[in-house]
């Protein structure tokens, strides 16, 4: 009888935590003037992973938000942003089926989530011994990669450029490696 007592203690209390979003340790304020940062609003607790691409030049920003709440419910806003001949925005708000939210909160309890939260861009920088960028010749107008991870006004950015071209150069437990497949998790194409 004791032994069934302290399961049905145990159990809810695993289904409960187990739901729970993790607390990420970003360590930057969020910037309030971040045109990214405008397209999505969150609640305490609640995390915001933004996939954008600059599109080359800089006349545009494509950005997948994914929101996840404090009722275990993810919704995926697209939005693009122009900025020739004056500021535009696009927003497109995607239905995700219930199998595919379970999917994507999964990813962020995942020991690549966190291990990819705590990174600062200085991870991608090049040193002798982070030898991740290694695409020769010259690309014009090659658009940035971004994956900005936002949760209590504090948030996380790191910048790739031509991630794709760089995979040859990268061991498979990089953090370039880890960006990409972040990437391919959300279902969100790399194009260079």
Do not use: W
């Not at 010749?137 to 950015?157: K, L, V």
């Amino acid at each position: 009888m004791k032994l069934f007592n302290l399961l049905f203690l145990i159990f809810p209390l695993l289904i409960f935590t187990q739901n729970r979003l993790p607390d990420l340790q970003l360590k930057k304020s969020t910037d309030n003037n971040n045109d990214v940062n405008n397209t999505f609003k969150i609640r305490k607790n609640e995390i915001a992973i933004s996939f954008y691409t600059n599109g080359g030049l800089g006349y545009h920003y494509e950005i997948d938000n994914f929101i996840f709440d404090n009722n275990n419910q993810v919704r995926y806003e697209k939005s693009k942003i122009y900025y020739k001949k004056g500021k535009k925005y696009k927003k497109e708000i995607i239905s995700l089926s219930q199998e595919e939210q379970d999917k994507l909160t999964k990813i962020i309890h995942s020991d690549l989530f966190a291990t990819f939260s705590k990174y600062s861009q200085s991870n991608f920088q090049y040193s002798e011994n982070n030898h991740q960028i290694c695409a020769n010749g010259s690309i014009d107008d090659a658009p940035e990669n971004f994956i900005m991870i936002t949760q209590n006004a504090m948030q996380s950015t790191i910048m790739v450029y031509l991630p794709k071209n760089n995979i040859t150069c990268s061991s498979a437990d990089s953090p370039l490696m880890k960006f990409i497949e972040l990437h391919r998790l959300f279902g969100i194409e790399i194009e260079r």
